[in-house]
């Protein structure tokens, strides 16, 4: 299938490692984030959401921390495995809505 | 199935046809965006159905473009006299609504020649 990410940045971690992806947003409207995991020749799939009103939330092996001081967005990935590696996208709506936009993507590469 | 389909898989066009593009949402969710994702990119958003009504078809690049949900299930992206820029995967997904994730399919991958 086609490779997703050939120009993204890319964090290339050894497995069992823990994996921390960035993500800054700039508008203070924004009220509910999502990150996906898009492996080549698939669609991209939700893996965590956090609202604006929290600050952390986790979910298995993953932690996705929000700072809405700085706009920052991160995921964690504890104990990471060869089957994350993927292309990560952070994702945005704004007031509320419906729609959402997507941020730029980072190419998660784990070595065995 | 459980998830968001989406057919044909793969689609060559040569320039000027016309293609149409299926995608069937999770039984249930009301809201259905298209997408356009380049190579490389993150995904793009196209527009955006309520049930059956569009809402929202600001990103669609040009009146090539048409989408519709006749029955607020089933949805069809046409593109009409395709040109090689429009060359990309086109994703769609479906949501229960405002506030909740979007869910997406697999895509179709257009490449025109």
Known sequence: GESVGLH??????QEGDNSIIN?????SASD??????QESGKGPQFIIDIRSNMDKRQGQRVTVLLNKTVKHLSLQIAA???GDSAVY??????????????GGGTRLMVKP | GAGVSQSPRYKVAKRGQDVALRCDPISGHVSLFWYQQALGQGPEFL???QNEAQLDKSGLPSDRFFAERPEGSVS???IQRTQQEDSAVYLCASSLGA??????GNGTRLTVT
């Open chain 1, 8 to 13: 993204l940045p890319t964090l290339s971690v």
């Open chain 1, 23 to 27: 993500c800054a947003y700039s508008n």
């Open chain 1, 32 to 37: 509910y984030f999502i990150w996906y995991k």
């Open chain 1, 80 to 82: 990471t495995q060869p």
């Open chain 1, 89 to 102: 996208f952070c994702a945005e709506i704004i007031n509320a809505g419906n729609m959402l936009t997507f």
């Open chain 2, 47 to 49: 527009t955006y159905f």
């Open chain 2, 76 to 78: 069809t992206l046409k």
């Open chain 2, 99 to 104: 506030g909740s994730p979007l869910h997406f």
